[in-house]
């Protein structure tokens, strides 16, 4: 008769925690990537729009020029046209793009960005109004510019209540209507120099904007962009929705708090270089794509400063002898990726 053996009990071990790690590590790998290929994009665009065109300027005697240097045509051309049409297209892409991004997340939908539902466009109108009908000038202009977008956000918000983001978006796509109507008519009962100088606040430009509005609105970034990064710890929670995040302990506030800081990114932006259409409504998704579908404000950010850059020199040599605004090239793109974000959406079901 045998004597039945005794195992020892050995602890099995399973491969779910490494394979835990494996699947969490992936993804920071992958935005570690992102962020560093849209850094270099970044770069690389502003090098173009800086170095290249119709008059050529060598890295060494961009660098000198910077740093004092007069080089005969190449230090005007340089500081006058090209280095402030480039900085400035940096710093509202970067406005815009986060703008953009943390809109489509906390709203959970990718149409509800600043220029779509109207926050631009509010901002706009109050420019125009200010410019055309009020007389008022430069910094005044501005100020109108930022208190007009929040006061539209405001009106949105409320109208459209607490329900999801769908609502949101069809209430802002009216007010943004709207507010088109309001500077077309400001534009018909104007004299024809007036309607040249608000121009800007119909189409978007960073043309001719002098170097003091572009350390305003740096200054304004300086602030509020280390406020969104602050504020936004608490966007993992708040995509759960209000409910979840409710029962976690982030109430409702912090995702009004976090659209205004959004509100004036977008208003500050648009003081600065006019409404820009569909930067920050094209960062966002361009943003996810490249993440395998995770949100990033940062990489919006940076994508959004890429496509100004890059439609900016577009705008400036895509016709020969004709500088465009930049905001007629990114219409002319932008509209044609609403229609295929559309219509992707409504395939997958994914436009809410």
Known sequence: MSTPTLRAAVPVRTSSRPDLRVATRRPRRRRRLVIGGLLVALVAAFAVRVLLGDYTVTAPDFVRIV???????ATFIVMESKLPRAVLALLVGLALGSAGSLFQTLLRNPLASP????????????????????????????????????????????????????RL?????????????????????????????????LVGSVNNVPWSTIGALAAALAVLLPLLVWLSRALPVLELGDDAAAGLGVGRHRTDVLLLVGVLLTSVAVAAAGPVSFVAFMAGPIARSLLGGRHSLLGGALVGAVLMLLADYAAAYLVPGVVLPVGVVTGAVGGPFLLWLLARGAAGGRVR
């Open 115 to 166: 220029d779509v539902i109207g926050v631009s466009m509010g901002a706009s109108a109050a420019g125009v109004l200010a410019l055309l009908v009020l007389g008022l000038r430069d910094g005044a202009v501005s100020v109108f510019a930022v208190v007009g977008a929040v006061v539209v956000s405001v009106v949105v918000r409320w109208v459209a209540g607490t329900t999801g983001g769908y």
């Open 169 to 201: 978006v069809l209430v802002g796509v009216g007010m943004a209507a709207a507010m088109v109507s309001v500077v077309q008519y400001l534009f018909a009962r104007s004299a024809t120099y007036d309607v040249q100088l608000a121009l800007r606040w």
């Open 67 to 73: 740093l004092g240097e007069q080089i005969p045509v």
